[in-house]
């Protein structure tokens, strides 16, 4: 059976209108961490990656050779054969890249973005979608696309069960979202993972001013995550001064932090944070 979706109500499949009409042939537009990353993982699955189209050349080449596959940078050149097509470039590069490649009109378009609503695809595409896995993709780095949350959005009935089964080949947790659901979600992640990943830098500029190495803090880092995802709320394993509200402690923090305004301004700010969200518990 296919498990019921998170968000909404899950498509009700008829099978042998999958084995029929199942999305199989991919192609995947762009040459960024997102591109390289869904290029590998489209390469292990049952799918086929046709082709790797981008700008540049040499990025191109490069995920082409991970992935065994063909790759084009002149839209003259881009594949007319396929499924569907994943468009994984920058944000701000989704709606025109939509508009003016050379894309068969009868083909599924999706573009990949966390932030960027579903109307950036011209509705010219009759099966026009959003496929956004929630993950932070770094160059040269593999996932495990599998255990990926994959958000899904169409507004297209037909393309649903189509579009849901090509995802779950790809990873077990797939959701449908609206664009709005999709946005939050993406603001979420941003906090979660690059907000937090530069208090690591912070950690390590700190360190470093104290003649020690960022390794010092590696086994905290896992350990913070690690609890995080094992608990029932993060709000449940906070620590810290803050959460004491240590009146002593941070302010012989705040005085270390002399030397860079904008950090004891975060500190104070933070801290503050977790103060009133402590409180409410």
């Not at 700008?55 to 080449?61: T, V």
Request: with cysteine; charged share 20%; aromatic share 8%.
């Amino acid at each position: 059976n296919i498990p019921e979706t998170k968000i909404g109500k899950s498509s009700i499949f008829n099978f042998s209108f999958l084995i029929l009409n199942s999305m199989k042939r991919v192609v995947i537009i762009g040459s960024g961490n997102l591109a390289e990353a869904l290029a590998r993982a489209v390469a292990k699955s049952g799918l086929e990656l046709v082709q790797i189209f981008a700008r540049n050349a040499e990025r191109a080449r490069i995920i082409a050779e991970l992935t065994a596959t063909d790759w084009a940078t002149h839209p003259g050149m881009l594949a007319r054969d396929a499924d569907i097509y994943l468009i994984a470039v920058s944000d701000r590069a989704v709606e025109h890249v939509a508009a003016t490649l050379p894309i068969p009109e009868g083909a599924a378009v999706a573009h990949t973005a966390g932030s960027v609503p579903l109307a950036a695809i011209p509705e010219k595409f009759a099966r026009r979608a959003v496929f956004y896995p929630m993950q932070t993709f770094t160059k040269g780095r593999e996932v495990d696309f599998s255990v990926i949350p994959i958000f899904l959005e169409t507004p297209s009935a037909e393309l649903r069960p189509e579009l849901e089964a090509f995802a779950r080949k790809l990873s077990g947790a797939v959701i449908w979202a609206t664009s709005e659901q999709r946005a939050r979600v993406h603001l979420a992640a941003v906090f979660a993972c690059n907000f937090a990943n530069h208090m690591y830098a912070v950690g390590e500029r700190i360190v470093h001013d104290a003649g020690l190495d960022f390794d010092v803090l590696k086994p905290l880092i896992a350990e913070t995550a690690a609890k995080a995802c094992d608990a029932r709320s993060p709000l449940d394993v906070q620590t810290g001064p803050a959460v004491r509200n240590d009146f002593a402690t941070k302010a012989r923090h705040s005085d270390l932090l002399s030397f860079d305004l904008r950090l004891k301004n975060i500190y104070s700010t933070i801290s503050q944070s977790i103060w009133e969200t402590s409180k409410k518990i």
